[in-house]
């Protein structure tokens, strides 16, 4: 059977989850304002198609969601002119308030934002197609992280409530904002992996231009009205529109003082590189991966069946965490692969809303040509396709393949597929898998399955200097918040965790002065008189 007939008919989505007319979007947030944009609006296409017929006459059609509005350079300037107007060299409003009082919008967005809770579940899986239960979970785990940003920064504040007394001086440290950023976030989690810059980018005090992925970009617009509500006039500008036309000239006018984006190093590099002056520029940049997984014959192989199907397969694998390519011991490479397309094959395919499903459309345009691309030049050169039907393809749908055996000739063993494909190389010696890991351009993450202590420690030594996380008998992944995530190489620049965010956002500043009489009593009264922010000693609770 056709897996064209995995799509509905119209008349078969649920009520609850229905599309229930064209969205069309004209405003974006300027200044504190929702500006109606009145010239060229950008299609947004749902990977959900309808179907009409059944069987090898089922026909796909694509289903239009809405519009958004193609904001031209001058658009995005005029953003640009708000932010740097609201940050106004460090002695706005935004940068100068109060931490607690900072905190108060940030809550006051995160209550508006909750209400809108519904929607947004809804749009994450029409615009990118992501399963109900992920969706909700992006947009719940979203939540949770503002909350824990919320009471980092309140943690990092008391601890710079007091004053340092070392060798004859006196002085009190706070972290305060860089500047104007400019945030991006990735299609795969819109909402979340956004938040993650763009709420600590604001909570410090820095004013922001956010522009929302090329996918997923509907569904911040319910949240529009919310970022008005609660931040003053340009503290943050939400922006739409080709990148090319809007985010370079906002990097060629050298007012942007932090930049956060999450995407491929290539388009990270080539915006960067538009900077007069890169050296006042930060950057914090979550990038490729090609995280190897490193199976051994000693592992406990249910527990790493499950962790490498999920681990590989999780939201079709369009994760920069998913486990990219296996590295399986000769030995039970066979054993391993029969029973990993086993379980590959037993992954339901559907939408969004149907129950427990696993593979669902996949949002980018030819996506599904270019992992044929690579799995053909897999085939062509030695590798075969393991599970039942794997490759099969309908519109935007792409059924998962596990490809064995894989080796360092094909596209797929260096190059991020970003989708359902599995690549399994069988290995004899661990100095092959060492080689791979030591001499690849990426460095984010690797899994290691196995039970012998010394042969697992000593790979965490080898690989504690090539990757930013490694993960013992489960797969790659973010989480938990609290924990850094970052990268080497072409993976990553900089470091997010909710503490480390807050870090990323701001810079140090230290007020001194002499341990003497006269200069403590002098601070004293600064203090008592209230008469600055930075030397206040308020305990915040």
């Known amino acids: 059977m056709s897996i064209a007939t995995v799509f509905p008919q119209a008349a078969e989505i649920p009520a609850e989850f229905l599309q229930q007319q064209v969205i069309e979007q004209r405003e974006y947030l300027l200044n504190g304002e929702l500006a109606s944009w009145p010239g060229e609006l950008s299609p947004v296409i749902s990977p959900v198609q309808f179907r009409s017929g059944a069987g090898a006459s089922a026909q796909l059609s694509p289903v239009l969601l809405g519009y958004t509005p193609l904001l031209d350079a001058n658009a995005a300037l005029q953003a640009l002119d708000g932010a740097v107007k609201a940050y106004d060299l460090g002695r706005g409003d935004w940068p100068s308030m109060p931490v607690l009082q900072r905190i108060g919008h940030v809550e006051k967005f995160l209550g508006l934002m909750q209400q809108q809770r519904r929607e947004v579940v809804r749009l994450l899986m029409w615009e990118i197609g992501k399963n109900y239960t992920d969706a909700a979970k992006e947009f719940d785990r979203t939540c949770d992280y503002i909350r824990d940003t919320i009471a980092a920064l309140k943690q990092q504040d008391r601890a710079a409530s007091h004053f340092i ?190 129950k427990d499903v696993a593979i669902t459309p996949l949002p980018e345009p030819g996506k599904t040509v270019f992992l044929t691309e690579l799995l053909q030049d897999a085939l062509a050169k030695g590798a075969a396709v393991q599970n039942p039907n794997g490759g099969e393809t309908a519109g935007p749908l792409f059924r998962p393949a596990v490809l064995y055996p894989v080796n360092s000739q094909m596209r797929l063993y260096n190059e991020e597929q970003f989708g359902p494909l599995v690549p399994v190389v069988p290995f004899d010696h661990i100095d092959e898998v060492i080689d791979y890991v030591v001499n690849s351009n990426f460095g984010q993450q690797l899994s290691i399955f196995g039970q012998n202590a010394r042969q697992v420690g000593e790979l965490v030594d080898i690989f504690a200097n090539q990757v930013g996380r490694i993960n013992i008998n489960a797969q790659c992944q973010r989480g938990p918040d609290s924990f850094p995530f970052n990268g080497r190489k072409d993976s990553a620049e900089g470091t997010l965790s909710v503490v480390d965010a807050l870090r990323q956002f701001s810079i140090p500043t230290l007020v001194a002065t002499k341990y003497q009489d006269g200069d403590v009593a002098f601070v004293k009264q600064m203090i008592s008189e209230r008469a600055s922010h930075f030397l206040a000693t308020d305990f915040l609770f």
């Open 165 to 354: 007394i070392e060798q004859g001086a006196l002085g009190k440290i706070r972290r305060v904002p860089v500047g104007v950023a400019l945030c991006m976030g990735p299609f795969n989690y819109p909402l979340n992996e956004t938040f993650t810059t763009l709420i600590p980018a604001l909570i410090m005090g820095n004013t922001v231009i956010f522009k929302p992925a090329k996918y997923g970009v509907l569904l911040i617009q319910p949240l529009l009205r919310a970022f008005q509500q609660s931040f003053p006039a340009g503290v943050i500008n939400i922006i739409y529109g080709r990148g090319r036309e809007t985010v370079g000239v906002l990097m060629e006018s050298g007012k942007i003082d932090l930049f956060a984006f999450i995407g491929t190093n290539k388009g990270a590099s080539d915006l960067k590189r538009m900077h007069p002056k890169p050296h006042r520029l930060r950057a914090v940049l979550g990038l490729d991966a090609k995280n190897p997984g490193i199976i051994f014959a000693d592992a406990d192989f249910k527990r790493t069946l499950s962790e490498v199907v999920s681990g590989a397969l999780s939201f079709n694998g369009q994760r920069c965490t998913a486990l990219k390519i296996l590295f399986v011991e000769r030995s039970i490479a066979d054993r391993f692969v029969t029973e990993l397309s086993a379980a590959v094959a037993k992954l339901p395919l559907g939408m969004p809303w149907d």
